[in-house]
């Protein structure tokens, strides 16, 4: 199976952790709906670890469901999830355990497979505790892949390795169609900017049929739920959201999308940013510390039908004006050239600017453009 762009939905994991039931998933799917996600193109519904009893049947040793979480099965809400338009997901492990220590796939991959295919599960995401310390990784995300082929339903494979192992040279061919490549994120300014900038150099990798997942969002969570940490603020929001579209990176929701407030759904509906990240092309940016600055930087992503996405931010903690030298993405300052820009977050025209421009951006903050290559 292609997946062709970054998949977007929804995963439990962020804000309720083991704080999860039927009643959630279903109020969560009406909320996909009645917010409008489908219509931006959010479409999975993932319930992460801890959907399942503690122990495997003794019998037929399939994997039960949590007998107070899922007291109807997963069936049932696989299919209530299927009655809204939506793909349902769920969550296993390549060791003997899961991560909060529930029955883990390792040796077992063929018949919790089957056992996905038969609930109606469309993605899963495949974790990476409790692996046993004679286990390859690569090989363990490989029996996985085939016995998902197997099962002759198509699920799209969600490798969460943390980055491990040198994930991203073999997991394309391990066949995993995105790929965890962080540990995992907290609601802080710290968390989303030190995982963005751990992958800046490896973003080659990703791209249509394998993607770079960089996690969960943590958008709209302000401190609350499981990774709540410190929190952040609107700015580290649009920052965080941006970084994840420039990257082409899976846009999976963290928070309570029952309770978004106005600012948190108009981010993650923003069409404009939304189309970044799922340009067709699905390139990486090429990506330019500012001069003399730490903590600043721009980048420019090429996208089909002659488009470009322009961006800085600024990841510091003081205003700041980020010097852009178009010649540093490639455009030559006499080619008579200059890109004509939009602003992403307001739809608003932003100018036409030849070689350079110095966009003002709060600290914390980032700027985003559409832009077309324009002759002037
Ligand atoms: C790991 C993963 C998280 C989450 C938890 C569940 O830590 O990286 O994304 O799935 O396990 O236990």
């Known amino acids: 199976m292609l997946v062709q762009r970054p998949p977007m939905g929804w995963n439990t994991w962020n804000t309720f952790g083991s704080e999860i039931n039927e009643a959630l998933i279903r109020e969560s799917a009406d909320a996909f709906i009645d917010a409008g996600l489908k219509d931006a193109g959010y479409e999975y519904v993932v319930i992460d670890d801890c959907w399942s009893a503690r122990d495997r049947d003794p019998v037929t040793h399939r994997i039960l469901p949590h007998p107070e979480r899922f007291p109807n099965g997963m069936k049932v809400v696989a299919d209530y999830v299927h009655s809204k338009g939506l793909k349902f997901g769920m969550y296993s492990c390549d060791g003997v355990r899961t991560c909060a ?29 409790y692996k046993p310390q004679n286990a390859q990784g690569p090989t363990l995300y490989r029996r996985m892949a085939m016995a998902l082929r197997a099962s002759g339903r198509d699920i799209v494979f969600s490798a969460c390795n943390w980055g491990s192992d040198d994930v991203w040279t073999w997991i394309r061919g391990a066949g995993a169609h995105l790929y965890r490549s962080t540990g995992d994120i907290h609601d802080s300014p710290e968390s989303y900017r030190s995982i963005a900038n751990s992958q800046r150099e490896k973003l080659g990798f990703s791209g249509p049929g394998c993607f770079n997942d960089i996690d969960m969002l943590t958008v709209g969570m302000y401190g609350k739920g499981l990774v709540g940490s410190t929190g952040c603020n609107d700015a580290d929001y649009r920052s965080q959201f941006a970084l994840w579209c420039m990257y082409s990176a899976p846009l999976m929701l963290g928070c309570d999308i029952r309770r978004m407030n106005e600012q948190t759904h108009k981010l993650v509906t923003n069409r404009a940013l939304i189309r970044i990240d799922q340009d067709p092309e699905c390139r990486p940016p090429i990506i330019i510390r500012a001069a003399h600055s730490e903590t600043c930087v721009s980048m420019l992503k090429m996208m089909d039908n002659n488009e470009y996405a322009l961006a800085a931010f600024n990841m510091g903690e003081s205003d700041s004006r980020i010097p852009i030298m178009f010649t540093d993405f490639g455009l030559p300052v006499s080619a008579g050239y200059g890109f004509q820009l939009k602003n992403a977050f307001t739809g608003e025209d932003a100018g036409t600017y030849r070689d350079y421009m110095r966009p003002a951006v709060a600290a914390h903050d980032c700027v985003v453009y559409l832009a077309k290559l324009v002759r002037i």
């Open 101 to 129: 220590d529930y029955p883990g796939s390792y040796d077992h991959e063929f018949i919790d497979a089957e056992t996905f295919a038969e609930i109606g599960v469309d993605y899963l995401k495949y974790d990476n505790c």
